[in-house]
């Protein structure tokens, strides 16, 4: 989600951002600019900038998500898959998912490997 297009959309300044979410304006400028990235951004400050524009934090977050590359994201998600589902039940949910499968037919045999390397460890 682009913040910019999202300020035009709900007619609302960069000032007028910074004032309701409470986010320095030297903050809010430098995201909308590009000179700051917002998948840098803390927790707390995309919780402010979603609250705000009435949004998830997901949406904030979701371009920078979806142009991340498969692999890169289910190797961040699995950590916190594994904490939710427990360990057995993660590994079956992967292997009845066919993740490793897809990873492999997309990237090759490394990064399959590496996937089924960390659950057998």
């Known amino acids: 989600m682009d913040l910019n297009l999202v300020l035009k959309e709900k007619n609302i300044s960069k000032y007028k951002l910074s004032k309701i979410s409470g986010i320095p304006f030297t903050t809010v400028s430098e995201i909308t600019t590009g000179k700051s990235k917002i998948k840098n951004c803390t927790g707390e400050t995309l919780y402010k900038l979603a ?3 009435n949004v998830t934090m997901e ?3 979701s371009e920078c998500m979806e142009n991340r590359p498969e692999f890169e994201w289910f190797k961040s998600e699995a950590c916190h898959r594994v904490k939710r589902e427990g360990d057995l039940d993660f590994i079956i949910n992967v292997l009845e998912s066919c ?3 897809k ?7 490394p990064k399959a490997f590496i996937c089924l390397q960390w659950w057998i460890i």
């Open 51 to 53: 609250k705000a524009l």
């Open 99 to 101: 993740e490793i499968r």
């Open 59 to 61: 949406d904030l977050l």
């Open 103 to 109: 990873l492999y037919e997309k990237n090759g045999i």
